[in-house]
């Protein structure tokens, strides 16, 4: 079952992004395409669903992976800048429990790697999903003091200085750009929405969701009185559980001496008729 799963998610991932931004615009052939792989996923669900018990858990399995990335989420919301990220690297033990009244709790062991530095870090991590009918956001509890030793402050005070000096206010768009490119000047800005989206992907996951940041769509960095650099982003997030990419506009705050602030989420509909944000 694993190796069928992984099968179809490879194809999910190889598959174009512009499946996102309307489908119409895909050939009829691949819709096909599309549809039948959204059936053998929902296949995958199901006995995964199945598999999702409490106990020990295979830390490879949909149920972990899916848990581990809700603690990366959080870990680069808490750890993140423009220059430190943090992606997870493995899951080494994880297992699930029914709590009363509190919904299900996962431990996890797994291993984290700073993407700049690439030091590993091993973490210890509790992720509750609330249970019942409400949307509320997992909670985690998560430290990862050793990631506070990548020291990024000559970097993100050169980056300040850059885009505060400057009277040209930066913007980009698709980000990384064809190939998977990342030009080496957008890089902390590309780092920047990736911490950002990471605080709307945290609050929107749920025990069966698994969220990627896809793409920066743009980003535009606007005019400020204080000492706060400002940006409007707008990114694509990729749930591959539903394979749906799902906009999200965020104007954000960061200085060096502030930290990383999202101060507005916007969800965006892919057309007219689509009114409910995702988990709302
Ligand atoms: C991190 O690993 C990548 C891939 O192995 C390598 O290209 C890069 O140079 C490494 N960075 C550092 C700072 O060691
Ligand atoms: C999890 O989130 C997805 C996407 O927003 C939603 O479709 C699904 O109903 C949610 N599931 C639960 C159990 O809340």
Request: glycine share 4%; proline share 5%; hydrophobic share 40%.
């Amino acid at each position: 079952m694993t190796g069928r799963m992984l099968v179809v998610l490879t194809a999910l991932l190889t598959a174009p992004l512009t499946a996102g931004t309307g489908a119409e615009q895909l050939p009829s052939s691949s819709l096909e395409l599309h549809s039948e792989v959204d059936v053998a996923q929902l296949l995958v669900l199901e006995e995964t669903d199945v598999v999702m018990a409490t106990g020990n858990l295979n830390p490879s399995h949909y149920p972990a992976q899916r848990a581990a990335k809700v603690v990366q989420h959080y870990l680069i919301t808490r750890y993140g800048t423009p220059h430190r990220v943090i992606t997870l690297e493995r899951v080494h033990k994880a297992s699930a429990e029914e709590v009363a009244e509190l919904g299900r709790k996962y431990h996890l062991e797994l291993s984290v790697q700073e993407t700049i530095t690439n030091r590993t870090e091993s973490v210890s991590a509790e992720v509750v999903f609330p249970g019942g009918e409400g949307k509320a956001a997992p909670l985690v509890q998560a430290t990862c003091d050793g990631l506070l030793q990548i020291n990024t402050q000559v970097l993100d005070e050169a980056f300040y200085q850059k885009h505060r000096a400057s009277n040209m206010l930066v913007s980009a768009e698709n980000i990384p750009g064809i190939y998977g490119y990342v030009d080496p000047s957008m890089e902390a800005l590309w780092n920047l929405g990736k911490v950002v989206s990471s605080e709307v992907m945290l609050r929107e996951s749920n025990e069966s969701t698994l969220y990627n940041l896809a793409q920066v769509a743009s980003v535009t960095q606007l005019e400020t009185e204080n000492a706060q650099l400002r940006f409007q982003y707008q990114v694509l997030l990729h749930e591959m559980v539903s394979q749906e990419i799902i906009t999200w506009k965020l104007l954000v705050s960061w200085s060096p001496a502030e930290g990383v602030r999202v101060l507005e989420t916007e969800w965006i509909p892919k057309c007219e008729h689509c009114v409910t944000p995702p988990n709302h």
